[in-house]
């Protein structure tokens, strides 16, 4: 035997773990070691750790030495403590074989229940209960799910239909019954022979009747599913290593299937779509716990508080005794972990048992309002408030909502599983959602239920709707986790994967048909809705001021209009950190005036076109200016290539000719003197302005005029001039002079005085790697990390779509350094940057404009290093914000 | 008067000066200063140091406190040390004012002779000389100087006439003579008079009759002239930075015009041009300096070493005494400079005066010959001989003469001013010259004679033609600096600058006919002529064997083809540093292949494509292995995307439909699919071996197929396997399991043990960045500074070329960084590449293929970075060789 420990014991008051030990233990296993610390009941077992899973793959898929022997030691401990026998059918121990990884991967993982059962086993069984009905019904499901899971036979096409599913429903035919539960225990028995003989038919084997082989294949069966292609996608898009592995937990089984004293459900310590102290959950009666979670049979109400038809009848009315119990634990664990918690626990023959405790999934507004009651009721404190709140998630919180004013076409109402509102076009399959979404659609996934194999339809989709399940389904679970909208358990629906369409009433809707979901309401709308923006709540507000109290990082927006800027004003921006100008010179007359410029032959020429451009330009700073009163406001001068501005089609050429009086030869004959064969790398940014300073002067002179008016009527304005694209310090210099003297002579002009800076993006690698000596120029840098990654990797962001996916599949690259900033990379190069920069000014300020500065990992990052602010799109400056402090909290530095 | 010295004194034995103090005093200052330090005779005079010109520009065109009083007192010991004075009638001293910078900047700079007379003292001068011609020829020739440069006369536009010169003419013509020389004493009264009214006329000044008002004019000329455009031009092309100043050389005049015991001439105390141990020069009688280098008269010989024609008469037969005096004196500067001497005297009534000594400028061959003879001698030791040689000189020696054999129509004969071999198309103007180079055209560039302003145009030209002026002549002393072929002096032809025409006897060239110069002959040629590989000469080799036993650094080239390989082999490659593939998908059949690779619509039908261009694949690296064998071959998998092999014109894409048996349709769609906005950072590189492994298989069997067969054969080959455009480890990792597991088969197959590597291009930024990560899986590093200075610049080569040529000029940046690896940006890379690598793998390989690799600064840097070895075109190989060895000397380390 090795030195090692592989196997942790569990019992009430008697754990080998705990709840810190999660790494170690998994999730499920670490918590159920808790709960039996904290003399809550749960049935006994024990864990094999997550090593035994990384060294079984290590190690060619063998177990280690000495993991045999541990588990017969526990297993005995096991026995001793149920005073019952594995395989002994005069006084049986069943188990449960569950998966548990570090973090929750909601039904992605398989698990067996009733093991350790065989004909001889069921019969003793059912003369131990006295229910022999019971006891073959638990030896059916355990064949059916080892069948299933261990011996593969279920199939890989979730279209296919499951063999046993077959005989079942062939079954109840020939038996002319409904439900499962209306099937005899003769029924039962001969369907246990159906199976196994169907076993031996696709397997060539006869069905496992040792218990302790049925044991090993479980424990196989679930360090299997870690790696099945379900869990390997769950794994990427929630990234999460596969080096972690899963525990397995090896728990007694108690019933919830013995009659009708008997039942099974889940719950949450507080409501997870808003967050509302209610305690919430649903079961079923005379049921094992799968039932509830897969949604087949349509659960009840634990209490009043979510009762919504006077023909439920809750837990608390049915089993007032342990339901009184249940109250008791949810809080004592509630106040334990200090979180909301969602539990699922069995009731056999009146008898509470606790059989998963772990801190809940919920929408952004639950967690939000949530972690504010709980500082509130003195359980948290402030930071830790903060920590509870993912960034990422409060993006479901900003976004818009069906405007209530709108005429909406209700045509159906199902459970408000997953708050938010979605417009899209019908699908019927996840592999439909796919494809349609990578189109560009948006689809609206309507499924009669959703499995583990949906996951990726899921996670595409803009909303979700079921015919069936509750709110504790796995559409309404995985649903909330993504923050995608979702209304579950639609019963009026009659969906037809078929003739792919869904009938409510007598309407029938199509493939491609548009549909609107109101996840808040659960109301299934016709066609498209219009939205409006959310109004945040009170919760929101507290804490997002907590967060600004604590955060150092300032947060700026990027924005190109008024517009923009007042939303993102509301949404708590300090400042602009990007405004483009090249927006601004598409619109309207604009365009032409731009074209006339590139088309002139010479300087003279350009500038009686910029002349044109100057008061639209002038009225755009205004209104960003205004609208950003006090704050400073970030404008980059011209950065794309002129070409950006010609057509290229023959037809809007010769319109652009006719327009201009010019001939098409000379229309094309410019298209074709501007063509570059690399756009993103050619002449554009600070190199234009370089050739054609009356570009860079004319937008000064617009900044400065506008900020000039303003300061005039009293508005505090703080430009500051951002130069593109600068790899060389004699660049921002030359650009600089031009700046100042431009803006220098407007000043004098207008007889003001305003305080106005000059700076440069740092977007190419040579400008951070000689950062020290453009600081001297420079009176601010932004990290442009969008080009700064495109160039540090050398990814056209145009082009890499094509190999990125696949390098994010293959693993080669963990995230899309687009989306989260590559630290090891690109982040070298913004800290060079910075710590050059300061070298030469010690108190350069820095910022960061690229898409980057609302993912809240690449926030963390500017914060530790040190910059100033970051600048984001609008609707991610609260995400910005809150990851600004959630940095601040973990490196107070 | 302040404590700083502006204003150096210098006179026989008695100087201020020295020739280490180059940077003050400028070259020809120093040179003064140690010329009369060595008791050789120089006329008394002073320097004006580099430091007033500098404080003059930084001060706005002010000089500094204290220099008046400093030049007032030098000039009075000037007016001691000759026993006459500056200004005075009755014994006047006159001075010449000259540029002198610290490098020799030839013809770029303003020079005024005869300064400090007027009317009066001409009327002196000619008495006290007894000479009035000569005085009055003096006069004459200083108003013209005057006008001309310190007044500003002189035209812009060079096409345009000289107003004195327009005036000399109507005077010649008017008095019916030919020569200058031919003009009386009357007649240059009057001309002096006519250029004073034509001065008053364009100046609305009189002409400064003050002798001091005049010297400080010709110094603020001077001055002034180091910011014309033809010497920022020139600092530009040879990278002098604009900082460094020039300095003003005052010394007193000696004539060599008094009279035909007076004469002038320059002269190279070894051949310039082959290098051979004679002394060498030309000199004209009665004349001044500037009639010399002008070459408006054809000057002498001054001994029988160079005379070419019986009517030529030497110096050494006219003038033996002196001549004698000369041999001594240019004996006594070589020895002490140790080495060869380009020097200037003047003879003034039998009295020789020596007016400057430099290291005079020479051919490659001449460096070469020049530098190993002075090792033979005991002049200098090795390491300072193969210092002596510039690297980038080699290439004119390197590269192809005319086929002897060839048959040449030759049509005119000149003097063999600059060798090389050259052909292209006539051009009569420097402009024209730069416009048709631009586009690619091979000029020839035909003058009367050239002059400073047609320096670009010389610049760009294969070869350069003159009518008039000597070998020491501006366009032959212009020329060889460049390395361009020239030959001079080519008095047969006729040019007609006005047709654009050049006639030699009745035979009449137009502009863009093809014509071929001989700059080693002579030899003026109609049409084209075919090249032959140079041979190199002893001294070459030996040179080459010294640079070798020093350098540390080992030199590669970058080939292709075994024809390629061998030629750089013989050029003293020492392997394959980059073999790139994808130009061998091109050749013959191997394109349909290719094609139909790229058409395949999945991995069998890539195989099937693939199985067909293996054979072409093993053949080519089978040739270039054996061209190397024994040495080690570095060959990089395929590198661009796919849609560089199709085809984008109509006509070729139908072309290719009918060839492959699709549908144009289909081969459109495949193009459009493969379209990217910027090629340069899309699917190429090692993503395409990702994407598409069969490829990286195919190649890596190739090449150990070729390399198994011929270690069979007894040949040692050395493969190193180079996977491109690698940004991760992952990357990296994932090709070399491909590149591993097909080579371990093919050894198996073959059954031979063949020693290969894997490594990797370190050309994307991120590489460099994350090199310690990439040096676990690489087994050498190979910087591809190409593509690492596109990305870390955000330059596109094929792009570029619209700003670059901008930036150059306007000095934003200093050099093109595609030609000389930008140091301080690039190069941290790739020494933080280099740390980074060996962090990780202490020995690790590490070389350079980008075309720095054949950049002698580059080579340098590469030494100091702690390459193992730089990889170039076979033609810059020795040019490496030598560079590395220099490196070697100048940083031991």
């Given at each position: 035997m090795s030195d090692k420990k592989y196997v942790y014991f569990f019992a009430a008051n008697k754990a080998e773990g705990k709840a810190e030990m999660k790494n170690l233990l998994g999730g499920k296993g670490a918590n159920l070691a808790e709960m039996c610390n904290l003399g809550v009941p749960v049935p006994p077992g024990f864990t094999i750790s997550t090593e035994v899973c990384t060294a079984y793959y290590e190690n060619n898929r063998q177990y280690p030495e000495g993991l045999e022997e541990e588990v017969k030691a526990a297993l005995a401990k096991v026995e001793e403590e149920q005073g019952k026998k594995f395989g002994d059918p005069s006084n049986p121990l069943l188990f449960s074989v569950r998966s548990g990884a570090r973090v929750s991967m909601p039904g992605m993982m398989d698990t067996v229940l009733n093991l350790g059962i065989n004909e001889e086993i069921t019969e003793g069984l059912a003369k131990l209960s006295g229910n022999p009905r019971f006891a073959w019904d638990s030896f059916r499901r355990f064949v059916q799910m080892y069948g299933d899971v261990v011996l593969d036979l279920k199939p890989v096409n979730k279209e296919d239909e499951d063999p046993f599913e077959v005989i079942i429903e062939k079954k109840k035919k020939d038996r002319g019954v409904e439900l499962d539960t209306d099937l005899t225990t003769e029924d039962l028995k001969e369907l246990v022979n159906e199976f196994k003989a169907a076993i031996k038919e696709k397997t060539g084997k006869d069905f496992p009747e040792d218990p302790m082989e049925q044991l090993w294949g479980a424990v196989g069966a679930v360090f299997g599913s870690w790696m099945n292609d379900r869990a390997i996608r769950y794994r990427q898009l929630n990234e999460i290593p596969s080096e972690w592995g899963t525990a397995v937990n090896v728990q007694s089984m108690v019933f919830g299937n013995m009659g009708d004293d008997c039942a099974t459900g889940v719950a949450f310590t507080r409501d997870p779509a808003t967050g509302k102290k209610i305690f919430y959950g649903e079961y079923l009666v005379n049921a094992q716990g799968e039932d509830v979670v897969a949604g087949i049979r349509t659960p009840q109400p634990i209490n009043s508080s979510t009762k919504t038809d006077p023909s439920q009848v809750t837990l608390e009315e049915l089993m007032p005794v342990p339901y009184k119990e249940l109250v008791e634990i949810y809080k004592k664990l509630e106040h334990h972990y200090k979180d909301m918690q969602d539990i699922e626990f069995t009731i056999q023959q009146g008898k509470l048992y606790m059989l998963q405790t772990r801190n809940g999934k919920r929408t952004a507004a639950a967690a939000v309002r949530i972690?504010?009651?709980?500082?509130?009721?003195g359980l948290i404190d402030k930071n830790t408030a903060v920590m509870r709140v993912a960034p990422e998630q409060l993006d479901q919180l900003l976004h818009p909502m069906f405007d209530p004013k709108a005429e909406k076409n209700v045509v159906a109402t199902g459970l408000p599983a997953s708050p938010g509102a979605a417009t899209g076009r019908i699908v019927f399959h996840a592999e439909d959602a796919e494809e349609w979404a990578a189109k560009g659609e948006d689809v609206i996934l309507v499924r009669i239920e959703t499995s583990p194999e949906d996951i990726g339809g899921m996670h595409v989709a803009k909303g979700i709707l079921t015919q069936r399940g509750g709110m504790t389904s796995h559409a309404a679970v995985v649903a909330r986790g993504m923050g995608t909208c979702c209304v579950a358990g639609c019963g009026d629906l009659e969906i037809s994967y078929q003739d792919k369409t869904m009938k409510v009433g007598d309407k029938v809707f199509k493939e491609g048909d548009w549909i609107s979901l109101d996840g808040s309401t659960g109301q299934v709308i016709e066609g498209k809705v219009p939205t409006v923006d959310p109004e945040l709540?009170?919760?929101?507000?507290?804490?997002?001021?907590?967060?600004?109290?604590i955060r150092r990082l300032n947060v700026r927006t990027n924005a190109d209009t008024p517009h923009d800027a007042t939303v993102a004003r509301n949404f708590g921006a300090e400042g602009i950190g990007l405004c483009r100008t090249e927006h601004m010179f598409f619109e309207g007359d604009r365009i032409k005036a731009v074209r006339e410029m590139i088309l002139a032959d010479d300087e003279a020429g350009r500038r009686t076109a910029?002349?044109?451009?100057?008061?639209?330009?002038?009225?755009?700073f205004y209104g960003i200016f205004?609208?950003?009163?006090?704050?400073?406001?970030?404008?980059?001068?011209?950065?794309?290539?002129?070409?950006?501005?010609?057509?290229?089609?023959?037809?809007?050429?010769?319109?652009?000719?006719?327009?201009m009086g010019v001939s098409l030869e000379e229309v094309k004959a410019k298209v074709e003197a501007l063509h570059e064969f690399n756009p993103m790398l050619g002449h554009r940014g600070c190199r234009l302005g370089i050739t054609y300073p009356e570009i860079t002067e004319m937008q000064a002179r617009a900044i400065m005029e506008a900020a000039c008016d303003l300061v005039k009527e009293g508005v505090e304005v703080y430009p500051e001039i951002m130069i593109p694209l600068v790899g060389t310090k004699a660049e921002l210099k030359n650009q600089k002079a031009v700046v100042v003297a431009t803006a220098e002579k407007v000043i004098e002009e207008k007889g003001v005085q305003v305080?106005?800076?000059?700076?440069?993006?740092?977007?190419?690698?040579?400008?951070?790697?000689?950062?020290?000596?453009?600081?001297?120029?420079?009176?601010?840098?932004?990290?442009?990390t969008n080009d700064l990654t495109q160039m540090t990797f050398g990814y056209s962001r145009d082009d890499a779509g094509v190999f990125l996916k696949e390098y994010i599949a293959r693993g080669i690259l963990e995230n899309d350094p687009f989306q989260s900033l590559d630290q090891s990379g690109v982040g070298q190069l913004v800290q060079m940057g910075v710590e050059k920069g300061r070298q030469t000014k010690k108190d350069l300020k820095v910022g960061i404009c690229g898409e980057h500065g609302g993912d809240p990992k690449s926030v963390v990052f500017c914060h530790q290093t040190g910059l100033n602010y970051v600048s984001c799109s609008p609707y991610r400056v609260p995400i910005a914000r809150l990851a600004a402090a959630q940095a601040q909290i973990q490196f107070p530095g």
């Open positions: 972690a504010v009651d709980m500082v509130e009721e709540s009170g919760h929101f507000g507290t804490l997002m001021q907590w967060a600004d109290d910029l002349e044109k451009l100057l008061p639209y330009q002038r009225e755009d205004k609208a950003m009163s006090g704050l400073p406001v970030t404008i980059r001068t011209l950065d794309p290539p002129l070409h950006e501005f010609l057509p290229h089609e023959d037809e809007n050429q010769q319109e652009m000719a006719e327009e305080d106005y800076k000059v700076g440069t993006m740092i977007e190419v690698p040579r400008a951070a790697l000689t950062a020290n000596e453009i600081a001297e120029e420079a009176e601010f840098f932004s990290f442009g």
